[in-house]
């Protein structure tokens, strides 16, 4: 077994076709920095034995019937921080699902191996990938609000953990304006059935959502 350092980024894959498997490795193999420690059918059978992990590569699909919900559910409780699902480009329903429970993006299966090798160093570090399955699923989300330019803007700088003074600097307009965008923001999310009273739950949403980037963090190493 090939032995992983600290700097490696380790990934798992739960995946029950052999030959997307082994194009996961092919595609891979040219970056020694990401590892691949473990595979399982389930999300059970794959975090067995498996160690820390910066990240799992997730299918849709799974033949124990599971879902995204459930699935990074488990992979959340397990300590894994990123989650990169994997599609056919056919179900939509279940990309919504997977970015609503805390995905970082969605690789189609088909992409050629190095946007695969790149997509999944990204997701380890926990960068969201912005490809036209992600965003078509979020834009179909009924509970995602619809904002303004503007309003994307002050929620990112907002989310990002810039204070409402420094929203206005960045952003060259008033302090009253940017709590007015915060308002809406916020009109608009209780709206669509999703109340964000707190910055926190703005944060999340925001970041769930496409507006925001997810934080950085790694598992620390046993």
Known sequence: MTEVTREQLRVGVVEDHELLIDGLRHALSPDPSVVLVAVGSTVPRMLEGAGPLDLVVLDLSLPDGSGPI???ATLRAAGVPNVLV??????P???????????????????????IRGAVRAAAQGQPLATIDWAAALDSDPKRPALAPREEEALALYAAGECAEDVAALMGISVNTVNLYL???RAKYLEAGTPVHSRALLRTAA?????APRPWWRPRRR
Not at 98 to 113: D, M, N, Q, T, Y
Not at 207 to 211: A, I, P
Request: hydrophobic content about 35%; aromatic content about 2%.
């Open 70 to 72: 459930e699935n990074l």
């Open 86 to 91: 994997l599609t056919a480009g056919d179900r």
């Open 93 to 115: 329903d279940l990309i919504r699902e997977a970015a609503r429970a805390g995905a970082v993006s969605v690789l189609r299966k088909s992409e050629p191996p190095g946007v």
């Open 183 to 185: 308002r809406r923001i």
């Open 207 to 211: 970041q769930r959502d496409g507006y």
